[in-house]
């Protein structure tokens, strides 16, 4: 069972990486992989600047909430990169700005997501077989004679 926890969270890690290596820097395969930037990803994790265990850790996200977190900022945060290369010194500087942009988007995807599991616990937890196993019963409300009727019979 742990192996496949394992297993779960290094393919969730290596989405995430794969995302912004290709989505967001825009980098091919054959470019190398950042160390910067996964030192980056693992702080972000842990609610820190970068990835340090000496330090406390501020948080506790997922790599599924991050991944979440560049997707949805994907746009603002290719947009300012086309605009703004000039202003960009270098690899590390880029990876910054990008951190920057995401990191206050963390805690609203974060919420998003506590709240659509809450809701789909509410839903497998309802039961509805109930109201569907009893079926209708037909009542009359009135008992209405013809005496026409009566006479045919």
Same mark, same amino acid.
């Given at each position: ?74 746009? =603002? ?61 037909? =009542? ?14």
């Amino acid at each position: 069972m742990r192996k496949i926890n394992k297993k779960t969270k290094n393919k969730e890690w290596d989405e995430l990486c794969e995302y912004v290596k290709k989505e967001i820097l825009n980098y091919d395969d054959n470019m190398k992989f950042p160390t910067y930037l996964a030192l980056k990803l693992q702080g972000l994790k842990k609610g820190q600047h970068i990835a340090n265990n000496n330090a406390n850790k501020n948080a506790n996200y997922d790599d599924y909430t991050l991944l979440c977190a560049f997707k949805i900022c994907k746009p =603002k945060i290719i947009n300012y990169l086309n605009n703004n290369y000039l202003k960009i010194k270098d690899e590390q500087h880029k990876i910054n700005l990008i951190v920057k942009m995401v990191e206050p988007v963390i805690n609203d995807v974060y919420v998003r997501i506590q709240q659509t599991k809450m809701s789909e616990e509410r839903v497998i937890q309802s039961s509805f077989e109930n109201q569907y196993n009893k079926g209708a019963d037909y =009542k009359k409300k009135t008992k209405a004679e013809n005496d026409r009727l009566k006479e045919l019979w």
